[in-house]
């Protein structure tokens, strides 16, 4: 079965502060995605990354980056130099590999605000 | 948007009653997914499908039907049965069959009520 934790439920910072937003997960396949979504107030989940099983690279794309090391399951996202616009509900993400049922199950999502 | 699409965006329900959610997709996806968001939970996955004419049970499957009648459209009937149907939810579509760039894409999200 498949799990993902994100164990800190609320998260607040001031501007121009470095964030990071854990994410532990649990599967048994070799192969598997792992993504980071982003909730804005309006509801809908903005799709942010996603991960192979096999690329442990970390990525950078602006003010994101993320560190995903397998030996510990984890793949944690970090904001630099937040702004207010990142204030937002972050969820992250496993999907089952592909082929056949694609299952992707989701963390509980960590809110964070971003104080000006 | 992602090339999903949920109607309506709010939806007010007295209670017994059923309703149906409206879930489209444009981009000949395969697979569709719903998942329900309670505060504090995340989101949990009500059922998912994969081909027209199949689907499978998620994590909290009671109370809920589909149905994938046609490769575009996934709707989500929520029963008199489903105890506490006040929720958001929450469709979404997964690009890439196979092997790559498997992404999630979700659409706007109903809101819920029954009164």
């Known amino acids: 079965a498949q799990k993902v934790t994100q164990a800190q439920t609320e998260i607040s910072v001031v501007e121009k502060e470095d964030v990071t937003l854990d994410c532990v997960y649990e599967?048994?396949?070799?192969?598997?995605?792992l993504f980071w979504y982003k909730q804005p107030p309006s509801g809908e989940l903005v799709f942010l990354i996603r991960?192979?099983?096999?690329?442990?690279q970390n990525e950078i794309s602006g003010r994101y980056s993320w560190n995903f090391q397998k030996s510990t399951s984890s793949f944690n996202f970090t904001i630099t130099a937040s702004q207010v616009v990142d204030s937002a509900v972050y969820f992250c993400?496993?999907?089952?590999?592909?082929?056949?049922?694609?299952?992707?199950?989701f963390g509980t999502g960590t809110k964070l605000q971003v104080i000006p | 948007d992602g090339g999903i699409t949920q109607s309506p965006k709010y939806l007010f329900r007295k209670e017994g009653q059923n309703v149906t959610l409206s879930c489209e997709q444009n981009?000949?996806?395969?697979?569709m997914y719903w998942y329900r968001q309670d505060p504090g939970q995340g989101l949990r996955l009500i059922y998912y499908?994969?081909?027209?004419?199949?689907?499978q049970k998620g994590d909290i499957a009671e109370g809920y039907s589909v149905s994938r009648e046609k490769k575009e459209s996934f709707p989500l009937t929520v029963t008199s049965a489903q105890k506490n149907p006040t929720a958001f939810y929450l469709c979404?579509?997964?690009?890439?069959?196979?092997?790559?760039?498997?992404?999630?894409?979700f659409g706007q999200g109903t809101r819920l009520t029954v009164v």
């Open positions: 993400a496993l999907s089952e590999p592909p082929g056949g049922y694609q299952k992707v199950t």
């Open positions: 991960r192979n099983s096999f690329d442990e």
């Open positions: 599967t048994r396949d070799t192969t598997y995605y």
């Open positions: 979404a579509k997964l690009s890439g069959d196979t092997s790559e760039n498997t992404e999630a894409f």
């Open positions: 499908s994969q081909i027209v004419n199949d689907f």
């Open positions: 981009l000949n996806h395969d697979a």
